[in-house]
């Protein structure tokens, strides 16, 4: 007889779900290799630019996992032979399994919105269903899959059915790995809050963290006049705060720009990263940062600092894994490239790095 539960209690969570919990926590301190993502870059499949030093490095770091972002839709979409994509994430699985370092795929830059769910969808399932066949046999506690980086802002509804069918269609080939998914207008923490969770027991949620965008991104040209204004400070500092980027007038960087005074320091972020950990204890479901980090052309480094050394802070005390975006691009942790003697002590000191004594 199947027992009913009152409003009251509180139900036992499933082993499958306390496993995601586990497994979530061992993704800490990590960090995206951004590179096979480049589908701008036409020579991306030519270059292998990880080494074994920079294995030997990340495992110095004791960083714990990659994230790897991968432009699956692009590479499909201009015909080029997938197994030279896979032969790329086979020598960074192997070269994971070599140095105990966990790795986390990424299917990057998916063109699913509100018009072409329907025909898009299908697309994503088609290649991670060769994904998940090629991978099936790979330990679920070295080997993660997030389903899709940054849905845009689209209908929660229709993203959560997407997820769902990508989800279950994996879930056809392989019952045991822990997949990794986000919420829609790019993976932001607003939406995550505002999402109901999956039925499947063995997921971590992820949400990204560039809060507050105006430092984050200042400068970036991708973005667009928003963030135009440079120079930006982190904590907020009335004397050295520099005057609006005439190009931000009449976007919604205006409004961020005299926002930050309120935004642009420790407990603003503690705050907002409070907003996911109710939603994760609200569901009893495992999160994980899937991205922060800071634009490096424009800021200067001691607000870098400051700044990685707050997030990084504030997940810890709630208890929430964190991935860096990214190891070796404009967003580095580095003075150049990455080894630890382009760490300043400062960067050291934000993400504990301790070097052993001679």
Same mark, same amino acid.
């Given at each position: 007889?199947?027992?009913?539960?009152?409003?009251?209690?509180?139900?036992?969570?499933?082993?499958?779900?306390?496993?995601?919990?586990?497994?979530?926590?061992?993704?800490?301190?990590? #960090?995206? %290799?951004?590179?096979?993502?480049?589908?701008?870059?036409?020579? #991306? *499949?030519?270059?292998? +630019?990880?080494?074994?030093?920079?294995?030997?490095?990340?495992?110095? *770091?004791?960083?714990?996992?990659?994230?790897? +972002?991968?432009? /699956?839709?692009? /590479?499909?979409?201009?015909?080029? @032979?997938?197994?030279?994509?896979? !032969?790329?994430?086979?020598?960074?699985?192997?070269?994971?399994?070599?140095?105990?370092?966990?790795?986390?795929?990424?299917?990057?830059?998916?063109?699913?919105?509100?018009?072409? =769910?329907?025909?898009?969808?299908?697309?994503?399932?088609?290649?991670? *269903?060769?994904?998940?066949?090629?991978?099936?046999?790979?330990?679920?506690?070295?080997?993660?899959?997030?389903?899709?980086?940054?849905? +845009?802002?689209?209908?929660?509804?229709?993203?959560?059915?997407?997820?769902?069918?990508?989800?279950?269609?994996?879930?056809?080939?392989?019952?045991?790995?822990? $997949?990794?998914?986000?919420?829609?207008? =790019?993976?932001?923490?607003?939406?995550?809050?505002?999402?109901?969770?999956?039925?499947?027991?063995?997921?971590? =949620?992820?949400?990204?963290?560039?809060?507050?965008?105006?430092?984050?991104?200042?400068?970036?040209?991708?973005?667009?006049?928003?963030?135009?204004?440079?120079?930006? @400070?982190?904590?907020?500092?009335?004397?050295?705060?520099?005057?609006?980027?005439?190009?931000?007038?009449?976007?919604?960087?205006?409004?961020?720009?005299?926002?930050?005074?309120?935004?642009?320091?420790?407990?603003?972020?503690?705050?907002? $990263?409070?907003?996911?950990?109710?939603?994760?204890?609200?569901?009893?479901?495992?999160?994980?940062?899937?991205?922060?980090?800071?634009?490096?052309?424009? !800021?200067?480094?001691?607000?870098? %600092?400051?700044?990685?050394?707050? #997030?990084?802070?504030?997940?810890?005390? *709630?208890?929430?894994?964190?991935?860096?975006?990214?190891?070796?691009?404009?967003?580095? %942790?580095?003075?150049?490239?990455?080894? #630890?003697?382009?760490?300043?002590?400062?960067?050291?000191?934000?993400?504990?790095?301790?070097?052993?004594?001679?």
């Amino acid at each position: 007889m199947m027992q009913c539960l009152s409003a009251k209690s509180k139900p036992i969570p499933s082993n499958e779900r306390l496993l995601a919990f586990k497994r979530a926590k061992s993704l800490n301190n990590a #960090v995206s %290799i951004s590179w096979l993502e480049q589908w701008w870059n036409k020579g #991306v *499949l030519s270059i292998n +630019p990880i080494k074994k030093s920079d294995y030997e490095l990340i495992k110095k *770091l004791k960083i714990t996992s990659i994230r790897l +972002p991968v432009a /699956f839709e692009h /590479f499909e979409t201009t015909k080029i @032979p997938i197994e030279k994509v896979f !032969t790329h994430i086979d020598e960074v699985l192997k070269q994971c399994k070599v140095y105990d370092i966990k790795l986390i795929i990424d299917y990057h830059y998916g063109k699913i919105n509100d018009n072409n =769910y329907l025909t898009e969808t299908p697309k994503v399932i088609n290649s991670w *269903l060769l994904l998940t066949k090629r991978y099936k046999k790979e330990s679920p506690n070295l080997l993660f899959f997030e389903i899709y980086n940054e849905p +845009p802002p689209i209908n929660p509804k229709v993203w959560k059915d997407a997820a769902y069918n990508i989800v279950t269609a994996i879930r056809k080939v392989d019952a045991k790995r822990t $997949l990794i998914v986000g919420a829609s207008n =790019y993976n932001s923490i607003y939406e995550l809050s505002r999402m109901e969770r999956l039925a499947d027991e063995n997921i971590i =949620y992820t949400f990204h963290f560039y809060e507050p965008f105006l430092f984050t991104h200042q400068g970036a040209d991708w973005v667009g006049d928003q963030v135009a204004t440079t120079g930006i @400070p982190f904590p907020y500092d009335v004397k050295n705060f520099p005057p609006m980027n005439p190009n931000v007038i009449g976007t919604w960087g205006e409004n961020n720009y005299f926002q930050y005074r309120v935004d642009g320091n420790q407990q603003s972020i503690k705050d907002k $990263l409070q907003i996911v950990k109710n939603w994760s204890n609200k569901y009893y479901v495992p999160i994980i940062c899937g991205e922060y980090g800071v634009y490096r052309k424009y !800021t200067d480094e001691d607000s870098r %600092i400051r700044y990685i050394k707050a #997030v990084r802070q504030a997940l810890k005390n *709630l208890d929430i894994p964190g991935i860096h975006w990214d190891y070796n691009s404009n967003f580095s %942790i580095f003075n150049g490239p990455p080894s #630890v003697k382009n760490l300043s002590d400062g960067m050291k000191e934000a993400i504990d790095y301790k070097q052993a004594k001679q």
